[in-house]
């Protein structure tokens, strides 16, 4: 059912070829550090780098040092050492804790790169030298320098978001040892480099704080092309080779273009990597068989107590059309990406494109606790290819704000002894105090038994809470999972009624293929039959799924606090041993999409399409404006909306539902996830979801329910493959009709095709400010309808005529207007915040009472 995506996660819908994007002049990827700090430390005089970058000595940059100890400067003839830039030629030597302060003049992330060469000199022996580098924002930097390689020089880069005027870099030597520094630099960076939030990628799903993390670069790579050295690096970064990373190195081969046929698309900058990186990569080598399978494959050694940030950049650079390269990413053996289309997720050939992942510790283990892999897709189509153009490695800082061990800016340690007592003794006082609250609860709950409950149930039955019998729930579990799962719905009671899983073993017939209905990321779903032969939905979690557990916990606590006639209903669940089982009301006719295409089944008149796209369009309303937050759906598509006996349809699938922005927010920052083909382009751009945002997806269903064809179709010519792209290009000539599903040929009604089609154009707008609301769109949906049903019974032309012009006066929705709060809600209809109830006694065709007067418009 559900197929999500992590950050791009799968094939993204936005525009195939954006000629406005690709033809647009190429960006400058000139950047002005607002601070702009670099010292040579030991040096008498400045020392100007290629780049025309100036390091002042020490005689200018007295004024930023504290320290109270013997000046010691020490320098030695290029010569004699063996470094790739004079800064390493002079150090400053420090016997006691030593400072360095910088004014901030503009707040937000600075780079922080410190640069280390123990020089040969009479003072001091710095081979044997043992420091701490701490900053004033309590970040640990480096918690012991030590040359224990015996490397001529070194260098240290981090990402660091100052908040504050005044940063702060201390050397603090360990006792009897001394600190040197031989250059530093601090230097403004762009806002754009971080973004709050990435992909999780195990468990899937979001990760956010981004902003409030330090950062270590750990490697920086131009995949399959030179080395950059940092003068041709606008932010003087640089970017080494690939090759002593790609095991095997045969598996992967050159390729390259020139750096100006680069492209970047909205929402990419040359900041985030120069041209020169996207215009090579390594891609699949030649294996000599007909159908390559295998992956590429590069392995980095990294600390396996941090977390790490995972930038993979990519820019299509070998197809020669649009559309033809799909390809997998994983990571650590977890897959990143599925079905990586560069040419939709990029708006093009040679665009560049980039995505961040999260990797926590427990993922990193082994001698090589790293792999990034590049392979094919096992399906069918495209060009059997893979290619990385750029991969960065960031450690991010631990919980005690160190980048470098486990001890933080104040000595304390991650899972110290301190931590550890003070964790038993409040695991012990929860434990004490769970024991006196339930013991109170059965007391009352005993108090308030019924009357007849030794007839009813069992004394241990009847007290025992909701879960009674099932082992697992306060079990210890061996799994992270299990933990998990019991954790979670000892959380959310009132989640309906509870099932044994022999109950749901019975009513699959133990699992019968046969009886499989659905298939996702989650597990099946099975038809089964309870009680006295009501028919269910049983939808069965695969324990190894994180991100089947993440959508399950999801669905629950929406669907727990959701209820009308056009959502799915959750009938209860089942949490025993290693299960996790949702029970929902059987749709007998299947999804949506099913009777549109694929599956030869009686193809649906156009009144009865409308009728279901107008149930829907009620669904997904009451989602956005039926609570006070609102519910953004994120999955909205033709095999999400449900038909139940009499083709009522309901949406279900809400694992991806996000809660919608409060009065105070203007959107709700998350990785992208959705489905290919129905994604609104605005929300990849930006990362920023809106209630819009299912707009868009549902403009894309409006044209798959008027055309009956799949919303993407690579096997089509590329003009025909993105649907949206291609139903507009004919709206906007006024020629729909001619790729209509050709089963509606003389049943369609051309006015009512024509407002339904408008409503579709508008929800597709670029930008969701311009997308109507989805009040707005139920109403021309509904007037579609009233056209529709006025042709087919035989009205005279006149009649026609004067019933159009009264219906318009009272729903011809203007789709230009913004609603929001209060008109938004006045323009749904009185269906929003009813009880079901109360919904299904509305006229069945519009949902409004303004519609009774038009359910029958003969005899007038």
């Not at 003068?231 to 050159?254: C, F, H, I, M, Q």
């Not at 299990?482 to 099932?499: I, P, V």
């Not at 606090?561 to 959750?570: D, E, Q, T």
């Not at 590329?718 to 599903?741: F, P, S, T, Y």
Request: aromatic share 10%; proline share 5%.
């Amino acid at each position: 059912m559900t197929v999500s995506l992590v950050f791009v996660y799968l094939f993204l819908n936005v525009v195939l070829t954006n000629a406005a994007r690709i033809n647009a002049p190429a960006k400058s990827y000139s950047f002005t550090p607002q601070d702009n700090f670099l010292f040579n430390c030991g040096a008498s005089n400045s020392t100007t780098l290629p780049g025309k970058l100036i390091f002042l000595g020490d005689e200018q940059t007295r004024q930023y040092l504290s320290y109270n100890g013997p000046n010691i400067q020490v320098s030695i003839p290029p010569a004699d050492l063996n470094v790739p830039s004079p800064i390493y030629l002079s150090a400053k030597i420090f016997e006691s804790e030593a400072t360095y302060n910088f004014n901030v003049t503009r707040p937000g992330w600075h780079w922080v790169r410190l640069h280390f060469a123990p020089i040969p000199n009479a003072n001091r022996d710095l081979k044997i030298a043992k420091f701490k580098v701490k900053t004033s924002n309590n970040l640990v930097l480096i918690h012991e320098f030590t040359n224990e390689e015996n490397k001529t020089w070194s260098f240290r880069e981090y990402l660091i978001n100052v908040t504050t005027e005044h940063f702060a870099l201390a050397f603090e030597p360990a006792q009897g040892s001394v600190a040197f520094i031989n250059a530093i630099e601090f230097v403004s960076a762009p806002d754009i480099l971080i973004n709050d939030v990435a992909t999780a990628v195990f468990p899937k799903g979001d990760y956010s704080g981004l902003l409030n993390v330090a950062y270590q670069t750990v490697y920086r790579l131009d995949v399959g092309g030179p080395l950059i050295t940092a003068e041709n690096d606008t932010l003087g970064r640089t970017w080494d080779l690939d090759k002593p990373y790609l095991d095997p190195k045969a598996a992967g081969s050159d390729v390259s273009v020139e750096p100006n046929v680069i492209t970047y698309p909205e929402g990419e900058s040359p900041l985030i990597a120069p041209p020169v990186v996207y215009a090579t990569a390594t891609q699949m080598a030649d294996a000599n068989v007909l159908v390559p399978s295998f992956n590429v494959t590069w392995k980095m050694k990294i600390d396996t107590s941090f977390g790490y940030l995972i930038r993979l950049h990519f820019a299509d650079i070998v197809s020669k059309s649009p559309n033809d390269l799909y390809f997998d990413v994983y990571i650590n053996g977890k897959s990143a990406i599925k079905g990586l289309d560069l040419t939709t997720v990029a708006g093009g050939l040679s665009a560049a494109y980039y995505a961040d992942f999260v990797v926590n510790s427990s993922m990193v283990t082994g001698l090589d606790p790293l792999t990034v892999q590049i392979g094919p897709m096992n399906e069918n189509v495209g060009t059997k290819n893979a290619l990385l153009n750029g991969l960065e490695v960031f450690k991010m800082n631990n919980s005690v704000g160190s980048l470098d061990g486990e001890f933080g800016f104040y000595g304390d340690k991650i899972n110290g002894d301190n931590e550890a007592k003070g964790t038993v003794a409040a695991v012990g006082f929860a434990m004490m105090f769970g024991a006196f609250v339930g013991l109170g609860a059965m007391a009352v709950k005993w108090r308030k038994r019924p009357q007849d409950w030794q007839k009813t149930k069992s004394f241990s039955s009847w007290l025992l809470p909701l879960h009674a019998g099932d082992t697992s729930f306060m079990s210890n579990s061996k799994t992270n999972l299990g933990s998990k799962r019991s954790q979670f719905f000892s959380s959310t009671m009132g989640l309906g009624r509870y099932f044994s899983l022999a109950e749901l073993q019975e009513a699959t017939k133990n699992w019968d293929p046969s009886q499989i209905i659905g298939v996702g990321g989650f597990g099946n779903v099975y038809l089964g039959e309870i009680d006295d032969g009501t028919k269910v939905a049983v939808k069965r979690g695969n324990p190894q799924s994180e991100q089947g557990i993440n959508e399950f916990q999801t669905e629950i606590q929406m669907l727990s606090k959701l209820r009308h006639r056009h959502l799915v209903s959750l009938i209860g669940y089942c949490d025993e041993n290693s299960e996790m089982i949702l029970v929902y009301e059987y749709m007998s006719n299947g999804p949506f999409r099913d009777h549109l295409y694929g599956k030869n089944l009686p193809p649906l008149s156009w009144s009865k399409r409308l009728e279901i796209c107008i149930g829907a369009a009620r669904g997904l309303h009451y989602l956005h404006t039926g609570s006070a937050q609102g519910i953004i759906h994120r999955d909205v598509k033709t095999t999400n909306i449900l038909l139940d006996d009499n083709f009522v349809a309901k949406m279900a699938d809400f694992g991806l539902s996000k809660d919608a922005p409060t009065t105070e927010q203007t959107h709700v920052s998350t990785a992208v996830k959705g489905s290919f083909g129905y994604l609104d382009p605005e929300y990849f751009r930006k990362q920023q979801l809106t209630d819009k945002s299912d707009v868009y997806s549902f403009g894309v269903v409006l044209f798959e329910t008027l055309c009956a064809r799949p919303a993407i179709n690579p096997a089509l010519p590329r003009e025909q493959v993105n649907l949206a792209e291609w139903a507009l290009q004919w709206k906007r000539q006024g020629m729909l009709e001619k790729i209509m599903d050709e089963k509606l040929v003389g049943d369609i009604n051309p006015e009512s095709m024509k407002k339904f089609a408008e409503a579709a154009e508008k929800c597709l707008a670029e930008y969701g400010v311009d997308r109507p609301a989805m009040g707005d769109v139920l109403w021309n949906l509904e007037y579609a309808l009233q056209l529709q049903e006025a042709s087919s019974k035989g009205k005279s032309e006149e009649e026609n005529k004067v019933d159009e012009s009264s219906a318009a006066v009272w729903v011809d929705v203007d789709l230009n207007k913004e609603s929001s709060g209060s008109d938004n809600k006045a323009s749904s209809g009185p269906e929003v915040g009813k009880r079901d109830d109360e919904v299904v006694a509305i006229d069945e065709h519009s949902g409004t009472a303004m519609f009774a007067q038009f359910a029958s418009l003969n005899g007038r």
